[in-house]
């Protein structure tokens, strides 16, 4: 049986974005095409991986899905890699590394769309993990709430659809949730619940889509939500078996 995903309102986007950086352009496909500062669709590496995978794919759907699994299982992710360097958050350096949380590979499949002529714009929601684990909540100050979460939004078939390549199919299995599956076609938004019926993943607010990332008002939602030590490399490397963190 299909998954049912659950979506976010559909109302127009970017309505609880913070007036300065709001874009209006958000909908005009022609600037869903073009690079941006952070979704760098022209860069060489971000070009070269997008041909790689989407080689043989015969049609814009078949190019995004593939684009899909591509990141979301190619990349590992890791929450504890959260950064205040504006580098850590470009495509180009993205599809560079082994492992990256749900921001800068939901800007990587933005890009990496772009790259194969996909108009392609990032989204941002916060929501709450009720299975994360204890030592991340513990980095996190006590708290399961995980403020500008990323995704993709992929103009597919005449619509923008939803894709969260976010947690990875090794990673899923490790919690007991089913990977997020992704068609091209309905939003693949977190599941509310995991496999044994536990709340896994509860969507709180709705923060816009945008055609690059609104790096400053992340940064900003980011020192109102965590503690310092949420960006800081701790004294001793954080051992998290749930995310194979060394």
Do not use: W
């Not at 976010?8 to 309505?15: G, T």
């Amino acid at each position: 049986m299909k998954p049912a995903f659950r979506s976010l309102p559909r109302e127009r986007a970017q309505l609880d974005a913070p007036a300065q950086v709001r874009d209006t352009r958000i909908d005009d496909l022609d600037a869903c095409l073009r690079p941006g500062r952070f979704v760098d669709s022209d860069a060489p590496a971000v070009r070269a991986f997008a041909a790689r995978v989407t080689s043989g794919a015969r049609d814009p759907r078949e190019r995004a899905v593939a684009l899909y699994y591509a990141v979301r299982d190619g990349f590992r992710y890791d929450p504890y890699s959260a950064s205040r360097e504006p580098e850590a958050y470009r495509a180009s350096h993205v599809v560079g590394t082994k492992a990256a949380f749900c921001v800068p590979k939901a800007i990587l499949l933005a890009a990496s769309a772009r790259a194969a002529g996909i108009p392609a714009r990032v989204g941002f929601a916060d929501v709450r993990n009720h299975l994360a684990s204890e030592k991340l909540r513990a980095r996190m100050g006590g708290s399961d709430l995980f403020v500008f979460h990323g995704y993709t939004e992929l103009h597919l078939s005449g619509a923008f659809v939803k894709a969260t390549p976010a947690f990875d199919r090794g990673l899923c299995e490790r919690f007991g949730v089913r990977p997020l599956e992704f068609d091209g076609t309905a939003d693949a938004l977190l599941h509310p619940f995991d496999a044994a019926g536990r709340r896994h993943m509860e969507y709180v607010r709705e923060r816009g889509s945008y055609l690059d990332l609104p790096f400053e008002a992340m940064l900003e939602a980011f020192r109102e939500a965590y503690p310092e030590a949420v960006f800081a490399a701790p004294a001793t490397p954080v051992r998290d078996e749930a995310f194979h963190v060394d």
